[in-house]
């Protein structure tokens, strides 16, 4: 019966560690982008975002294409957003089943 109530105490000291580990995480910690601004945490749960060449961004009349993965995003997609810094910025799933899949794509005015 002790080892019984011994894991619920441990159980609870883990949730307990897990509760407070969750509130420490602040705002500022939030994934940038290289030139400094913020990567919108829809975008990029703080780790799916990054910069990338002009070259694995192409450009069909359906819309942007992820070179690396032929994944066609319309222009007017919601998941396309201004980039400000000129640059494209491609937001993906990092890994599971939807691994490579966009979540947003930062682009550049037509005008850069």
Known sequence: MLHACTAPS??????????????????ASAHRAPTGWTYPWACCSNMDCQEVEAKAIGERPQGYVIQSTGEVVAYGDKRVKYSPDGEFHWCAHQAGIDAGHTICLFVPPKGF
């Open 10 to 27: 441990t159980s609870a000291a883990a949730l307990a560690w897990l509760a407070l580990s969750a509130l420490t995480i602040s705002p």
